[in-house]
């Protein structure tokens, strides 16, 4: 079974451009998730998509909007790029909202966007 | 306001110390707590904690959690240079199921 996917791998970006990531979840989830690590800190929570319906945002900008897909991929959008919002871009799926345990989170291998 | 802290951030030990992990956490809704290993890029799963005083074991890692004093320590026996890494605590919340990180520590195991 192919794991959570991330894609690209890696993205440099000028100042005010918009970025779109993208996240194809584990076969059979339905809810994807997605965190922004800057360097040196532990991941910090965004956005929660669960069939296509937006459950839970975490207080960053209008600039970062996200969506899920009938197939539960999902994309995050970021417009007018900060020096910033260079991070890596993580993203998570689970089979519901709120599941826990071994396969309740598995991360993609991220998206690592610098903003020049 | 939400919170989990790590310590200590960083550490440097050699080949066969015994290193010990702390997350404290301040989180109002607390379901479970993770700990996750990250090489390069995707944490990777070690372990979920839910109850108090039952220690996960699995290998040379262990882990235990002690929702009185609102925390759980990751203990790494016998470390080898392929443990160096960051590891990561994350508290679930109960009513959105999102992760709520702490800072990490670094690891590096010297040979």
């Known amino acids: 079974d192919a794991g959570v996917t991330q894609s690209p791998t890696h993205l440099i970006k000028t100042r005010g451009q918009q970025v779109t990531l993208r996240c194809s979840p584990i076969s059979g989830h339905k809810s994807v998730s997605w965190y922004q690590q800057v360097l040196g800190q532990g991941p910090q929570f965004i956005f929660q998509y669960y069939e296509k319906e937006e459950r839970g945002r975490e207080n960053f900008p209008d600039r970062f909007s996200a969506r899920q897909f009938p197939n539960y991929s999902s994309e995050l959008n970021v417009n007018a790029l900060l020096l910033g919002d260079s991070a890596l871009y993580l993203c998570?799926?689970?089979?519901?909202?709120?599941?826990?345990?071994?396969?309740?989170?598995?991360f993609g291998s991220g998206t690592r966007l610098t903003v020049v | 306001e939400d919170k989990v802290v790590q310590s200590p951030l960083s550490l440097v030990v050699h080949e066969g110390d015994t290193v010990t992990l702390n997350c404290s956490y301040e989180v109002t809704n607390f379901r479970s707590l993770l700990w996750y290993k990250q090489e390069k890029k995707a944490p990777t799963f070690l372990f979920m904690l839910?109850?108090?005083?039952i220690e996960k074991k699995s290998g040379r890692l262990s882990s235990i959690l002690d929702k009185k004093e609102l925390f759980s320590i990751l203990n790494i026996t016998a470390t080898q240079t392929g443990d160096s890494a960051i590891y990561l605590c994350?508290?679930?919340?109960?009513?959105?199921?999102?992760?709520?990180f702490g800072q990490g520590t670094t690891l590096q195991v010297k040979p």
């Open positions: 998570a799926s689970s089979r519901e909202v709120g599941t826990t345990g071994r396969e309740g989170y598995t």
């Open positions: 994350a508290v679930v919340t109960s009513n959105t199921g999102k992760l709520i």
């Open positions: 839910t109850s108090s005083g």
